[in-house]
């Protein structure tokens, strides 16, 4: 089957460094994205892994282990504004994304 | 200069009702998708479409039925709509068919009483 597993929820304090995990069992792998969606309105793209290694924009930074079916978000800096949820999403044979349940991040001052 | 659009926004109305959501996107895609996101945020595919054709339907009760009049639109009709219903309902595109970063519409709330 295909399964992505996220923390439910992580909270961090207003410029610190916080990392969301994101493990994955799925049938064929085309590619990771990173998606963040704030309360109440779309997801938005923010990072896209298909080889193994680091991928750095700005204060945000992705990982994938294929090996390990493994990645993660970094982000640096934190800013109130960082405050949402965080989705990993696995494109797998097909043009199909498979979601995980997204990791709802909230940034204290 | 919107890219994804959908109307409307919100909806709210009452079991047995069919009712439609409409999507439009103005970046030249060619894929669309709709996708229902459940009271715990999980966001799950239901239709995707290329250049018109129908290329992925998950397990949808077929009370759903998607309809793309051309590549830049992809309208979902429902009928006899239920409870479960309720949900975020989100249009998305892509560039290609494969290995592309989907862009999501505003979402459309629908509420069933």
């Known amino acids: 089957g295909q399964n992505i597993d996220q923390p439910t929820e992580m909270t961090a304090t207003e410029g610190a460094i916080v990392q969301i995990n994101c493990t994955y069992q799925?049938?064929?792998?085309?590619?990771l994205f990173w998606y963040q969606q704030h309360a109440g309105e779309a997801p938005t793209f923010l990072s896209y892994?298909?080889?193994?290694g680091l991928e750095e924009k700005g204060r945000f930074s992705s990982f994938l282990s294929r090996s390990k079916g493994y990645s993660y978000l970094l982000l640096k800096e934190l800013q109130m504004k960082d405050s949402a949820s965080y989705l990993c999403?696995?494109?797998?044979?097909?043009?199909?994304?498979?979601f995980g349940t997204g990791t709802r991040l909230q940034v204290f001052p | 200069d919107t890219a994804v659009s959908q109307t409307p926004k919100y909806l709210v109305t009452q079991m047995g009702n069919d009712k439609s959501i409409k999507c439009e996107q103005n970046?030249?895609?060619?894929?669309m998708y709709w996708y229902k996101q459940d009271s715990k945020k999980f966001l799950k595919i239901m239709f995707s479409?290329?250049?018109?054709?129908?290329?992925i339907n998950e397990t949808v009760p077929n009370r759903f039925s998607p309809k793309s009049p051309d590549k830049a639109h992809l309208n979902l009709h429902i009928n006899s709509l239920e409870l479960g219903d309720s949900a975020v309902y989100f249009c998305?595109?892509?560039?290609?068919?494969?290995?592309?970063?989907?862009?999501f519409g505003p979402g459309t709330r629908l509420l069933v009483l």
């Open positions: 479409y290329n250049n018109k054709e129908l290329i």
């Open positions: 999403a696995v494109r797998a044979n097909t043009d199909k994304l498979i």
């Open positions: 892994n298909v080889l193994d």
């Open positions: 970046l030249g895609h060619d894929t």
């Open positions: 998305a595109s892509s560039l290609l068919q494969y290995q592309e970063t989907q862009y």
């Open positions: 799925t049938s064929g792998f085309n590619g």
